[in-house]
């Protein structure tokens, strides 16, 4: 098992050298109606990295660029996204082109995903500490 402080300092490089798509999602994630809790971004769970995560409904968002079409790559997404299902969250992703051409879109899914519909009422959402 790799140490904390080691998957915290990755995390925190990766916070440092985000990609532009990174950067366009997470500057828009603020703008969603999320009362009560935040997103986080390259957040350390378990041997693994995220690239967003909102605590309060185990949800866990990952952009993915081209690289992530080759065999080796989607292989390991998978049993990556496996094991974090198993840990009890819900993973979704978007392509990089999705959040480039389609923001809304991309937007309007993960809004459905934190509180059930696009008609659903913001609700206060209260993160707890797994233990």
Same mark, same amino acid.
């Given at each position: 098992?790799?140490?904390?402080?080691?998957?915290?300092?990755?995390?925190?490089?990766?916070?440092?050298?985000?990609?532009?798509?990174?950067?366009?999602?997470?500057?828009?994630?603020?703008?969603?109606?999320?009362?009560?809790?935040?997103?986080?971004?390259?957040?350390?769970?378990?041997?693994?990295?995220?690239?967003?995560?909102?605590?309060?409904? %185990?949800?866990?968002?990952?952009?993915?660029?081209?690289? %992530?079409?080759?065999?080796?790559?989607?292989?390991?997404?998978?049993?990556?996204? *496996?094991?974090?299902?198993?840990?009890?969250?819900?993973?979704?992703?978007?392509?990089?082109?999705?959040?480039?051409?389609?923001?809304?879109?991309? *937007?309007?899914?993960?809004?459905?995903?934190?509180?059930?519909?696009?008609?659903?009422?913001?609700? *206060?959402?209260?993160?707890?500490?797994?233990?």
């Amino acid at each position: 098992m790799v140490s904390t402080s080691i998957r915290r300092a990755a995390a925190k490089r990766l916070r440092a050298n985000t990609t532009p798509h990174e950067r366009i999602l997470w500057r828009a994630l603020k703008d969603i109606p999320v009362a009560g809790t935040h997103f986080r971004r390259q957040a350390p769970i378990g041997t693994y990295v995220v690239d967003f995560f909102c605590p309060a409904r %185990h949800l866990i968002i990952e952009l993915d660029g081209g690289h %992530h079409n080759d065999d080796e790559n989607a292989r390991r997404d998978r049993e990556r996204q *496996l094991w974090l299902e198993q840990e009890g969250y819900r993973v979704i992703r978007f392509w990089n082109s999705e959040v480039r051409q389609n923001l809304n879109a991309v *937007l309007e899914r993960i809004y459905v995903e934190l509180h059930g519909s696009r008609e659903a009422e913001v609700e *206060l959402m209260k993160h707890r500490r797994r233990r």
